[in-house]
Protein backbone atom coordinates (compact mmCIF):
# COMPACT_ATOMS: atom_id res chain seq x y z
CA UNK A 1 0.00 0.00 0.00
CA UNK A 2 2.84 2.13 0.62
CA UNK A 3 4.73 2.10 -2.59
CA UNK A 4 1.29 2.43 -4.20
CA UNK A 5 1.10 4.85 -2.68
CA UNK A 6 4.61 6.30 -3.42
CA UNK A 7 3.57 5.41 -6.74
CA UNK A 8 0.33 7.46 -7.36
CA UNK A 9 1.94 10.96 -5.80
CA UNK A 10 4.96 11.03 -7.52
CA UNK A 11 5.74 13.30 -10.82
CA UNK A 12 7.80 10.71 -12.07
CA UNK A 13 6.06 7.11 -12.18
CA UNK A 14 7.78 5.73 -14.81
CA UNK A 15 11.00 5.64 -13.03
CA UNK A 16 9.50 3.17 -10.24
CA UNK A 17 10.26 -0.30 -11.31
CA UNK A 18 12.95 0.30 -12.27
CA UNK A 19 15.37 1.31 -9.22
CA UNK A 20 12.93 5.00 -7.56
CA UNK A 21 14.65 5.15 -4.22
CA UNK A 22 11.10 6.92 -3.40
CA UNK A 23 9.59 3.04 -3.65
CA UNK A 24 12.13 1.74 -1.54
CA UNK A 25 11.85 4.42 1.52
CA UNK A 26 7.96 4.89 1.23
CA UNK A 27 7.91 0.49 1.37
CA UNK A 28 10.93 1.14 4.32
CA UNK A 29 9.38 3.75 6.44
CA UNK A 30 5.98 2.17 6.63
CA UNK A 31 7.21 -1.12 7.48
CA UNK A 32 9.28 0.89 10.49
CA UNK A 33 6.23 2.97 11.47
CA UNK A 34 3.82 -0.19 12.29
CA UNK A 35 6.18 -1.41 15.40
CA UNK A 36 5.31 1.82 17.06
CA UNK A 37 1.73 1.54 16.43
CA UNK A 38 1.91 -2.42 17.66
CA UNK A 39 3.51 -1.31 20.53
CA UNK A 40 0.34 0.57 21.92
CA UNK A 41 -2.41 -2.27 22.62
CA UNK A 42 0.73 -4.76 23.06
CA UNK A 43 1.36 -3.02 26.63
CA UNK A 44 -1.92 -1.48 27.39
CA UNK A 45 -4.23 -4.25 26.52
CA UNK A 46 -1.98 -7.26 26.35
CA UNK A 47 -2.92 -7.61 22.30
CA UNK A 48 -0.44 -7.89 20.61
CA UNK A 49 -0.48 -5.88 17.61
CA UNK A 50 1.69 -8.27 14.90
CA UNK A 51 4.07 -11.47 15.41
CA UNK A 52 6.97 -9.70 16.99
CA UNK A 53 4.94 -8.22 19.44
CA UNK A 54 3.26 -11.52 20.40
CA UNK A 55 7.29 -12.82 21.14
CA UNK A 56 7.62 -9.45 23.10
CA UNK A 57 4.54 -10.95 25.63
CA UNK A 58 5.54 -14.11 25.51
CA UNK A 59 9.55 -12.64 26.87
CA UNK A 60 7.83 -10.29 29.62
CA UNK A 61 5.65 -13.17 30.96
CA UNK A 62 8.98 -15.06 31.29
CA UNK A 63 9.90 -12.34 33.94
CA UNK A 64 6.83 -12.08 35.78
CA UNK A 65 5.28 -8.91 33.82
CA UNK A 66 1.73 -9.27 32.83
CA UNK A 67 1.22 -6.95 29.56
CA UNK A 68 -2.30 -5.14 29.63
CA UNK A 69 -3.44 -2.36 32.69
CA UNK A 70 -1.22 -3.73 35.15
CA UNK A 71 2.05 -2.27 32.77
CA UNK A 72 0.80 1.23 32.91
CA UNK A 73 0.32 1.66 36.73
CA UNK A 74 2.54 -1.28 38.59
CA UNK A 75 5.30 -1.33 35.74
CA UNK A 76 4.96 1.92 34.75
CA UNK A 77 9.05 2.44 34.20
CA UNK A 78 9.14 -0.53 32.78
CA UNK A 79 6.85 0.63 30.00
CA UNK A 80 8.78 3.68 29.46
CA UNK A 81 11.73 1.69 28.69
CA UNK A 82 10.33 0.28 26.16
CA UNK A 83 8.94 3.19 24.30
CA UNK A 84 12.61 4.63 24.73
CA UNK A 85 14.18 1.73 23.52
CA UNK A 86 11.77 1.69 20.31
CA UNK A 87 13.08 5.26 19.77
CA UNK A 88 16.59 4.63 20.58
CA UNK A 89 16.46 2.13 17.90
CA UNK A 90 15.28 4.54 15.12
CA UNK A 91 18.41 6.15 15.53
CA UNK A 92 21.05 3.43 15.87
CA UNK A 93 19.48 1.53 12.42
CA UNK A 94 20.02 5.45 11.28
CA UNK A 95 23.71 5.33 11.64
CA UNK A 96 24.40 1.83 10.77
CA UNK A 97 22.23 2.94 7.56
CA UNK A 98 24.42 5.82 7.13
CA UNK A 99 27.71 3.79 7.83
CA UNK A 100 26.84 0.54 5.97
CA UNK A 101 24.94 1.57 3.23
CA UNK A 102 27.79 2.72 0.92
CA UNK A 103 29.73 -0.37 1.29
CA UNK A 104 26.69 -2.73 0.55
CA UNK A 105 26.05 -0.89 -2.77
CA UNK A 106 27.93 -3.55 -4.78
CA UNK A 107 24.60 -6.13 -3.84
CA UNK A 108 22.87 -4.09 -6.29
CA UNK A 109 25.07 -4.94 -8.95
CA UNK A 110 24.93 -8.80 -8.79
CA UNK A 111 22.66 -10.39 -11.46
CA UNK A 112 20.06 -11.72 -11.29
CA UNK A 113 20.35 -15.11 -12.00
CA UNK A 114 22.78 -15.80 -9.03
CA UNK A 115 20.17 -14.39 -6.61
CA UNK A 116 17.12 -15.84 -7.46
CA UNK A 117 18.31 -19.28 -6.39
CA UNK A 118 19.35 -17.94 -2.86
CA UNK A 119 16.19 -16.31 -2.31
CA UNK A 120 13.96 -19.13 -3.43
CA UNK A 121 15.86 -21.23 -0.85
CA UNK A 122 15.16 -18.40 2.12
CA UNK A 123 11.52 -18.06 0.98
CA UNK A 124 10.81 -22.10 1.54
CA UNK A 125 12.68 -22.58 4.62
CA UNK A 126 10.38 -19.41 5.94
CA UNK A 127 7.53 -21.00 4.58
CA UNK A 128 8.62 -24.39 6.11
CA UNK A 129 9.82 -22.53 9.16
CA UNK A 130 6.32 -21.27 10.05
CA UNK A 131 4.50 -24.15 10.96
CA UNK A 132 6.93 -27.00 10.06
CA UNK A 133 4.56 -28.16 7.44
CA UNK A 134 5.83 -29.80 4.43
CA UNK A 135 2.27 -28.46 2.25
CA UNK A 136 3.70 -25.14 2.95
CA UNK A 137 5.90 -25.21 0.68
CA UNK A 138 3.68 -26.40 -1.63
CA UNK A 139 1.57 -23.50 -1.11
CA UNK A 140 4.58 -21.23 -1.38
CA UNK A 141 5.63 -22.79 -5.01
CA UNK A 142 2.10 -22.12 -6.04
CA UNK A 143 2.06 -18.50 -5.27
CA UNK A 144 5.18 -18.36 -6.58
CA UNK A 145 3.93 -19.74 -9.98
CA UNK A 146 0.54 -17.36 -10.04
CA UNK A 147 3.19 -14.43 -9.19
CA UNK A 148 5.32 -14.99 -12.57
CA UNK A 149 1.94 -15.35 -14.76
CA UNK A 150 0.69 -12.25 -13.40
CA UNK A 151 3.58 -10.53 -14.05
CA UNK A 152 3.65 -11.84 -17.50
CA UNK A 153 -0.02 -11.37 -18.44
CA UNK A 154 0.32 -7.49 -16.45
CA UNK A 155 -2.17 -8.35 -13.88
CA UNK A 156 -1.42 -6.70 -10.12
CA UNK A 157 0.10 -9.08 -7.56
CA UNK A 158 0.41 -5.80 -5.27
CA UNK A 159 -3.48 -5.78 -4.96
CA UNK A 160 -3.54 -10.03 -4.29
CA UNK A 161 -0.81 -9.77 -1.96
CA UNK A 162 -3.05 -7.25 -0.03
CA UNK A 163 -6.22 -9.08 -0.15
CA UNK A 164 -4.44 -12.29 1.19
CA UNK A 165 -2.74 -10.43 3.56
CA UNK A 166 -5.66 -8.06 4.85
CA UNK A 167 -8.75 -10.88 3.83
CA UNK A 168 -8.88 -12.29 7.26
CA UNK A 169 -8.28 -9.59 9.52
CA UNK A 170 -11.37 -7.64 7.48
CA UNK A 171 -14.16 -10.14 7.86
CA UNK A 172 -13.20 -10.88 11.25
CA UNK A 173 -13.89 -7.03 12.04
CA UNK A 174 -16.99 -6.83 9.83
CA UNK A 175 -18.38 -10.08 11.81
CA UNK A 176 -17.12 -7.94 15.25
CA UNK A 177 -19.22 -4.74 13.89
CA UNK A 178 -22.02 -6.39 12.68
CA UNK A 179 -22.47 -8.34 15.76
CA UNK A 180 -21.65 -5.33 18.00
CA UNK A 181 -23.60 -1.97 16.29
CA UNK A 182 -25.15 -3.69 13.47
CA UNK A 183 -24.67 -1.78 9.02
CA UNK A 184 -25.20 1.16 10.85
CA UNK A 185 -22.10 0.59 12.88
CA UNK A 186 -20.27 1.62 9.15
CA UNK A 187 -21.84 5.10 9.23
CA UNK A 188 -22.47 6.48 12.50
CA UNK A 189 -19.35 5.63 14.19
CA UNK A 190 -17.16 8.67 13.14
CA UNK A 191 -13.90 6.39 12.63
CA UNK A 192 -15.15 4.31 10.30
CA UNK A 193 -17.20 6.81 8.36
CA UNK A 194 -14.35 8.76 7.36
CA UNK A 195 -12.30 5.44 6.55
CA UNK A 196 -15.67 4.87 4.55
CA UNK A 197 -15.16 8.26 2.90
CA UNK A 198 -11.75 8.21 1.91
CA UNK A 199 -11.90 4.61 0.39
CA UNK A 200 -15.14 5.92 -1.70
CA UNK A 201 -12.93 9.18 -2.75
CA UNK A 202 -9.83 7.41 -3.37
CA UNK A 203 -11.90 5.05 -6.10
CA UNK A 204 -13.81 7.98 -7.41
CA UNK A 205 -10.57 9.90 -7.80
CA UNK A 206 -8.76 6.85 -9.75
CA UNK A 207 -12.49 6.88 -12.54
CA UNK A 208 -11.94 11.02 -12.58
CA UNK A 209 -7.86 10.63 -12.81
CA UNK A 210 -8.52 8.33 -15.77
CA UNK A 211 -11.46 9.89 -17.32
CA UNK A 212 -9.37 13.38 -17.74
CA UNK A 213 -6.57 11.59 -19.30
CA UNK A 214 -8.11 10.71 -21.79
CA UNK A 215 -9.65 13.68 -22.29
CA UNK A 216 -6.31 15.31 -22.71
CA UNK A 217 -5.22 12.22 -24.48
CA UNK A 218 -8.28 13.05 -27.34
CA UNK A 219 -7.23 16.75 -27.27
CA UNK A 220 -3.96 16.22 -27.88
CA UNK A 221 -4.29 13.98 -30.87
CA UNK A 222 -7.18 16.40 -32.38
CA UNK A 223 -4.62 18.85 -32.15
Known sequence: ????????????????????????????????????????????????GGAAMA?????????GLTPGPEMLTNNLQTTYFLIAAAIIAKFVAMIFGLLLGPKLV???KIRGSIMAPAIITISF??????????GDIIVAL?????????????????ALIIALV????????????????????????PIALT??????ASLVWHYVKKIKQRKLLKGGFVV
Open 55 to 63: VLIGGLMIH
Open 1 to 48: MAYGTAVQMSKNKEKFGKGAIEGVIAVEAANDSKEGGNLLPTLAFGIP
Open 166 to 189: LGKLMESSYHQTMATFGPQGFVTR
Open 195 to 200: LCLMII
Open 125 to 134: VGAYGTDGKF
Open 106 to 108: FVT
Open 142 to 158: VFGVIGYMMEKYGFSRI
